[in-house]
């Protein structure tokens, strides 16, 4: 089958090669991809500022079709549309595992950075990392649940905005509008802000009832006291100085974007507004539980952020239009 394989390093080892179609073994299930999500972690892998096992199938924003399974997996999974978990393997022993914490596990694998991943036709997986998606979802939207459930990861455990509270989420990118909209189901008024290369999301956040701004306009739009919660998406130093700048004293920063780099920052803020900083490392199968019922309950829509629909071949452009912020959500299909 065909996949798009991270093969060493620099973009230039990106590229579409012939590998073998995969099987499921013991406790596994065989995935037929419908649709695989492109992530700013994609593109971080690209340019190896985020860390990977080359030679390996890219991909972990995954939606498709069991149709294997292998020795110990129930059968009624066989024919279901599920949505992954991204681990292909974890201890189950250390502290972090047995306390539920399993993206923190130390000798964490996960799909599409270490083991082959979605970028392909068929994909494997343990059983226990599918969720069967709603029935009146598109298969692309499916794969949105895997951004959400790392951002109800950051958001959610526990909660970080109140009714009645602000917030600012930077950067309107498909982690930025899943978080604003989180948020809103926690009872946030939220305002979502991004550069003039984001003109397109903007209106995308706007069609979900959220107030907009460019970054020029933010000095105007919050109160000199400042809002209450600030979630960094964009993973820029700018997004970072904008945030600490515009929270309140007391308030809460949550940093969700990736900046796959060191980064310069007025940390001193920190103390200074006396700040409860968190953030959240991908998902566990607790915002996995929480992000069925934000979908199923219409808390979050998923489907308005889904840009296009791209076949495999065209990878290149797909990644590039996700860096210039040509709209949200590209998927690509086999």
């Keep these: 089958m065909l996949a798009l394989v991270k093969t060493g390093v620099g973009p230039a080892a990106t590229q579409l090669r012939e590998v073998l179609v995969p099987h499921a073994g013991p406790g596994q299930i065989r995935l037929q991809v419908t649709a695989t999500g492109i992530c700013g972690t994609d593109l971080h892998l690209l340019h190896d500022e985020y860390p990977s096992a080359p030679p390996v199938v890219m991909g972990h924003e995954i939606t498709g079709v069991v149709d294997e399974i292998g ?80 951002v109800v ?56 009832g959220f107030a907009t701004a460019t970054s020029d306009q933010v000095d105007s739009l919050v109160p000199d006291t400042g809002v209450d919660v600030i979630a960094e998406c964009s993973g820029s130093p700018a997004g970072m100085a904008s945030g600490l700048k515009h929270v309140s004293r007391g308030g809460r920063f949550v940093q969700v974007g990736l900046f796959g780099k060191a980064i310069s920052a007025e940390l001193d803020l920190i103390c200074l507004k006396e700040l409860t900083v968190s953030s959240g490392m991908a998902s566990t199968p607790r915002s996995w539980r929480r992000t069925e019922h934000l979908v199923r309950d219409g808390a979050v829509q998923l489907t308005p952020l889904l ?6 071949s065209d990878w290149s452009d797909a990644f590039t239009r996700t860096a210039a912020g040509d709209g949200v959500k590209f998927v690509l299909v086999p």
């Design 307 to 312: 840009s296009e629909r791209l076949p495999l």
């Design 71 to 150: 020795d110990g997996v129930q059968a009624e999974l066989l024919g279901r549309r599920v949505s992954l978990e991204t681990y292909g393997y974890v201890c189950g022993a250390c502290r972090f595992c047995r306390a539920g914490r399993t993206n923190l596990c130390p000798t964490r694998r996960s799909i599409g950075v270490h083991l082959d991943g979605g970028f392909a036709e068929y994909v494997v997986a343990p059983e226990i990392n599918t969720h069967v998606i709603a029935d009146d979802l598109p298969d692309e939207a499916g794969a949105l649940y895997e951004p959400l459930a790392c």
């Design 153 to 208: 990861n950051c958001f959610c455990d526990p909660a970080v905005a109140s009714p009645g509270d602000s917030a600012l989420v930077i950067g309107p990118g498909t982690i930025g509008l899943l978080s604003a909209q989180v948020l809103a189901a926690q009872g946030a008024q939220v305002l979502v802000v991004g550069t003039e290369r984001d003109r397109q999301r903007l209106e995308v956040a706007a069609q979900l």
